[in-house]
Nanobody, 120 residues
Framework: VQLQASGGGLVQAGESLRLSCVASGSIITIDAMGWYRQAGGHSRVLIAAIASGGSTTYADSVEGRFTISRDNAKNMIYLQMNSLKPEDTAVYYC???????????????WGQGTLVTVSS
């Protein structure tokens, strides 16, 4: 199983970006999916998560500006980021709780990270 994230880049404050993440491999089912971010010198922080049924949670720092969604048919999640601020600058990592063909319980898999830089 692999997760591949994409969509990062350099934008100005106030602009938008959309991150994508696709899971591939011997996937039986995917439970929760989400996004963490890690700014320089800081720990990785959960910013958004979405359950298999579609319920969502957000960190206070992104609530109202970011929207997480998923396409179960494509094994993909998205993070629509609006009104970006310089403090949103970080490497963004997707994750997914996946039951694959070789396991009986869900395991967490991570994407490789995609850099988002917001200039002021």
């Amino acid at each position: 199983v692999q997760l591949q994230a994409s969509g990062g880049g350099l934008v100005q404050a106030g602009e938008s970006l959309r991150l994508s993440c696709v899971a591939s491999g011997s996937i039986i089912t995917i439970d929760a999916m989400g996004w963490y971010r890690q700014a320089g010198g800081h720990s990785r922080v959960l910013i958004a998560a979405i359950a298999s049924g579609g319920s969502t949670t957000y960190a206070d720092s992104v609530e109202g500006r970011f929207t997480i969604s998923r396409d179960n048919a494509k094994n993909m999640i998205y993070l629509q980021m609006n009104s970006l601020k310089p403090e949103d600058t970080a490497v963004y990592y997707c994750y997914a709780e996946i039951i694959d063909s070789g396991s009986f319980s869900a395991q967490r898999y991570w994407g490789q990270g995609t850099l988002v830089t917001v200039s002021s």
